[in-house]
Nanobody
């Protein structure tokens, strides 16, 4: 059974930092690219970041470049999202997802999804 379980969300003041984790199981983690998406109330799910299966390549959405860093530990089957300099507009539910293809920014190209973790940034 495939599982992706996000953790690390919470309430933080603007300018602060959070580190999200996503623990994966039930599939061959080190053969999948991993991505992070976010969805604010009433809005579409948007691409945040992605990392290739071997950590060689990372991708970021324009709104988070220079502030967020995606990483993974294949031995721990876990992907991370370090979020710095957080802004109120970063408030959303954050989801991790797995794709057989590297560099995908469309949610439809991801095969497995977690349940999400809430991130709220106060001004």
């Amino acid at each position: 059974q495939v599982q992706l379980v996000e953790s690390g969300g919470g309430l933080v003041q603007a300018g602060g930092s959070l580190r999200l984790s996503c623990a994966a199981s039930g599939f061959t983690f080190n053969t999948y690219a991993m991505g992070w998406f976010r969805q604010a109330p009433g809005k579409e799910r948007k691409f945040v970041a992605a990392i290739s299966w071997n950590r060689s390549t990372t991708y970021y959405g324009d709104s988070v470049k220079g502030r967020f860093t995606v990483s993974r530990d294949n031995a721990k089957t876990t992907v991370y999202l370090q979020m710095n300099s957080l802004k109120p507009e970063d408030t959303a539910v954050y989801f991790c997802a797995a794709s057989k293809w590297t560099g995908q920014t469309d949610p439809d190209d991801y095969d497995y999804w977690g349940q999400g973790t809430q991130v709220t940034v106060s001004s």
